[in-house]
């Protein structure tokens, strides 16, 4: 058994990694929330990313903080670009509220509500309004229909996980999502897909284009109304405030750029949210910003538990559902599982020229796209080591803009090549079902 203290200097090289590299943290708090003894507190970096600062003088060198780290492994095997799951379709809540608040369908708030109110839940963790300008504060909750919509701006959920709690549902990011998946408790995970997150800095940098001081930033709420919904930033003033259709915002086209994404997300194997009991996400690509349509919620149930509490859910009329092809949700989402299946190869080779912490990380689930290296270069370009500066970032969303059109079509383009290819079609529904058959067992 290796010693106390040959321990602490596996813990403190953990973290001096993290300190130099920090796309090694994906800032979801979970070292903060298992540590024993106090030793670790998530706070933002210079580029204001969550990450955990330890104290080596408080550590007692358990190591628990890197096995709770969801990064430097593959939790699952499955090349199946969605994951294991039961059943694939489309909701949307019976509640109006729900739809109108709610960042899709406002599926995830009408499960929650109703887990509550049957009390097959008792709390919720998720990410509230509470203390809410900029960043959302995660939270143990018994009342979900004020805290619906996506917060798009990083904050570290499970850093306030207490897994002595019982009958648990945690809305959570697919990082967060198996940073709670490997805590082995029974907390029911609905976890919600995630191209990436963004850092304070994008709220900065919108504020600043936008002649606002960050400062008398009052709240941000990102989707609202009629599918996408309407971003909005409110001041102090609110004759300042920012109010646009969520496609054509500065907002979404600083997210989009990557130029702001938690450095973490580079790193990043899962989008469907793999590891949760049900997955949630946008119906992109089946339904186009037509007037009108109000959301719909593309649900993928991936537990036999999680069956059956949406089984009872569709029974009470707490949501309704309608059919989606599994392809549907593969063409609508192409991009995202081609930066994060394939082209996360080319990010971690390019890592490993500069660090072996990913030596563990199985690579071969990955599907190896050999010449595609442009998003690769680009976003370890622009996100390795940065600050907040608007001359700088108009600069580089300027070029980024046109980079991200390129990457986008030709993503769309050779992937879409690659699955018309049935041969690999063929591949990602056999090894879906393979798992789906397996877990029926
Ligand atoms: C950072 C982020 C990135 C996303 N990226 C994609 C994407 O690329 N593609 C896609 O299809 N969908 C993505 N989603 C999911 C999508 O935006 C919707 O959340 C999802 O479709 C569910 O919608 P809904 O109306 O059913 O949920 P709602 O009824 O609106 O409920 C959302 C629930 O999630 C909780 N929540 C909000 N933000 C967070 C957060 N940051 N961490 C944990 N819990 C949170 C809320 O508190 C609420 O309980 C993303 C969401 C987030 C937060
Ligand atoms: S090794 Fe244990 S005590 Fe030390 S920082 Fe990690 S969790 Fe805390
Ligand atoms: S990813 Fe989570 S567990 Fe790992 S170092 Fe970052 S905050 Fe800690
Ligand atoms: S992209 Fe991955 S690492 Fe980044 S927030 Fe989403 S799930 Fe977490």
């Keep these: 058994m290796a010693s106390l203290e040959t321990n602490k200097i596996d813990v403190q090289k953990f973290h001096d990694e993290i300190e130099k590299y920090p796309m090694l943290c994906q800032s979801c708090g979970m070292c903060e929330a298992v540590c024993p003894s106090g030793a670790i507190k998530i706070s933002q970096n210079p580029y204001s990313q969550f990450v955990p600062y330890l104290d080596i003088d408080k550590c007692i060198g358990c190591t628990k903080c890197?096995?709770?780290?969801?990064?430097?492994?593959?939790?699952?095997?499955?090349?199946?670009v969605i994951g294991p799951y039961y059943k694939i379709f489309l909701a949307k809540s019976t509640?109006?509220?729900d739809v109108e608040n709610g960042s899709s369908g406002g599926v995830i708030?009408?499960?929650?509500?109703?887990?509550?109110?049957?009390?097959?839940?008792?709390?919720v963790l998720t990410q509230t309004s509470k203390d809410f300008?900029?960043?959302?504060?995660?939270?143990?909750?018994?009342?979900?229909?004020k805290e619906s919509g996506s917060k798009y701006i990083s904050a570290p959920l499970c850093s306030v996980f207490d897994r002595k709690k019982c009958n648990v549902v945690?809305?959570?990011?697919p990082c967060q999502a198996k940073a709670i998946k490997k805590q082995n408790t029974d907390t029911f995970i609905m976890g919600l897909f995630c191209s990436k997150l963004s850092l304070e800095d994008l709220a900065k940098y919108?504020?600043?284009?936008?002649?606002?001081?960050?400062?008398?930033?009052?709240?941000?709420?990102?989707?609202?109304?009629?599918?996408?919904?309407?971003?909005?930033?409110?001041?102090?003033?609110?004759?300042?405030?920012?109010?646009e259709n969520l496609n054509r915002s500065q907002f979404n086209a600083a997210y989009n750029s990557y130029n702001f994404s938690c450095s973490g997300c580079l790193l990043c194997d899962d989008y469907f949210a793999e590891s949760a009991d049900i997955s949630f996400g946008d119906p992109w690509g089946k339904k186009q910003y037509v007037d009108g349509y109000i959301g719909e919620t593309v649900v993928i149930v991936r537990t036999k538990r999680g069956m059956e509490f949406v089984e009872k859910a569709i029974e009470d009329n707490a949501i309704s559902v309608s059919e989606i092809d599994l392809l549907d949700v593969i063409r609508g989402h192409l991009k995202e599982i081609y930066n994060k299946k394939t082209a996360l190869l080319q990010r971690i080779n390019?890592?490993?020229?500069?660090?072996?912490?990913?030596?563990?990380y199985d690579k071969k689930v990955l599907i190896d796209i050999k010449n595609f290296k442009i998003l690769n270069k680009y976003s370890i370009h622009n996100n390795w080591k940065r600050r907040v500066n608007t001359k700088k970032y108009n600069r580089m969303m300027k070029s980024s803009m046109k980079v991200m059109f390129f990457v986008r079509f030709s993503h769309a383009f050779l992937l879409s090549k690659r699955l018309k290819n049935s041969k690999n079609l063929q591949h990602y529904f056999n090894v879906a079902l393979e798992e789906k058959i397996e877990r029926e067992k």
């Design 206 to 243: 919108v504020a600043k284009k936008n002649k606002r001081k960050y400062e008398d930033i009052k709240k941000i709420t990102y989707r609202r109304g009629n599918w996408p919904g309407k971003f909005k930033m409110e001041f102090v003033d609110t004759s300042k405030n920012i109010e």
């Design 66 to 80: 890197i096995k709770a780290c969801p990064v430097r492994e593959n939790m699952y095997k499955s090349t199946s």
């Design 170 to 173: 945690a809305t959570a990011l």
């Design 109 to 123: 708030t009408a499960l929650t509500q109703y887990g509550l109110d049957k009390g097959i839940f008792d709390e």
């Design 95 to 97: 509640t109006k509220e």
């Design 133 to 145: 300008k900029v960043i959302s504060t995660p939270q143990y909750i018994k009342e979900t229909r």
């Design 350 to 360: 390019t890592f490993e020229k500069e660090s072996n912490a990913m030596k563990d």
